[in-house]
């Protein structure tokens, strides 16, 4: 394999641009000749491909976002969309692609490479750490960070105020951000999708802890549940106990941003390195991942089709911490 490309798609995440320069330095020692495709999977349909060498890459391993863009591509979708990238990919002698992001962008490296004989192997980039195949994706530590540094800042203002928060963050169908910021910023409890909540216990343990111990609380959730987002708890709390003073904050896309951690650039290095060492030893159609602290390569099949559950230790821990038997 004399040339391959790099791309990322779907949501940014912070450590995309380590991953990149992994890949890119990877390539060069290896005598490797490597592109960047900008826009993800848009911008191989319409060719818009980048030389990158040691210099494309320099000063970008602290940087969030991706230097290469990322953008989501109904096209793609299409068979006629993946034959217009694949002919691209030809016309410019690429034989290989490491593809950075997550379930949507492996979805669309799978069909690529069933298709069309492209070889793929795909790097874990996304902040919902939902992906089966790796114990950590890229730019999950940094989003939980950034979760939590926004937390103590709002404990602050809730213990001024005698507050009740409702802080929600992301994690689209996963629960693994908010139940890491619930634990690392004391929360007293956290909604996710793997546990079942009961709202009106919620509504008497805020009752009973107003009366008798404390008056200012926070409260996890996680994004993705309609029924039980940040808003509509917090409007059944303030209904039933309208004496409490209920705020609700949104941290939205402020956890996607930032420099990326040291955790996180060292492991977007780690994949980088192994998406190129993978391709050149003939893999494809995997994702490489860390497990246990060493390198594997996983099925996109299984990457896709299986979920990774949140661990009953987790559960437990933040149980037991919050002081009250919510779950």
């Keep these: 394999m004399k040339k391959i490309a790099v791309l990322t798609s779907g949501g940014d995440a912070p ?12 390539s060069l020692y290896y005598k490797v000749e490597v592109v960047g495709v ?26 969030g976002g991706t230097i290469l863009k990322s953008a989501r591509s109904d096209e ?19 034989e290989g692609i490491v593809a950075i992001g997550g379930n949507g962008t492996f979805t669309g490296s799978q069909l690529l490479c069933n298709e069309h004989g492209i070889k793929v192997v795909g790097c ?9 195949g790796t114990d950590y994706t890229i730019g999950y ?9 926004a937390i103590d800042k709002i404990r602050d203002t809730a213990d001024a105020h005698d507050r009740i928060f409702f802080i929600e963050v ?44 404390k008056s200012s609380h926070m409260i996890i959730i996680a994004e993705g ?34 420099s990326p951690t040291a955790a996180d650039r060292v492991l977007a290095s780690r994949l980088g390195l192994g998406a190129v060492e993978g391709l050149l030893s003939g893999k494809t159609n995997v994702m490489a991942g860390v497990i246990n602290k060493s390198l594997t390569y996983t099925p996109f099949d299984e990457c896709i089709s ?17 002081g009250r038997n919510y779950l």
């Design 141 to 149: 530590d940094t989003a939980v960070n950034t979760a939590l540094e």
């Design 306 to 322: 299986k979920k990774k559950p949140i661990t009953k230790e987790l559960k437990r821990l933040v149980e037991i911490l919050s």
């Design 124 to 132: 874990p980039g996304t902040i919902d750490n939902d992906l089966y």
């Design 38 to 63: 900008v826009r993800g999977y848009d911008g191989m349909i319409n060719g818009h491909f980048i030389p990158l060498d040691g210099n494309s890459v320099s000063n970008i391993i602290q940087k």
């Design 225 to 258: 549940d309609k029924e039980l987002s940040a808003q509509s708890i917090s409007d059944r709390v303030k209904a039933a106990l309208p004496t409490l003073d209920c705020r609700v904050t949104t941290l939205g896309h402020i956890q996607r941003g930032g």
């Design 170 to 213: 992301m994690g689209r169908d996963t629960g693994y951000i908010a139940v890491q910021t619930g634990i690392g910023g004391g929360a007293e409890l956290v909604v996710m999708p793997e546990i079942k909540i009961n709202v009106e216990n919620i509504i008497k343990r805020l009752g009973d802890s107003a009366v008798h111990t």
């Design 76 to 94: 793609f979708r299409t068979p006629q969309g993946r034959a217009k990238a694949a002919a691209q990919l030809k016309k410019h002698g690429i």
């Design 15 to 26: 450590g995309m641009n380590a991953c990149i320069r992994a890949v890119v330095r990877g």
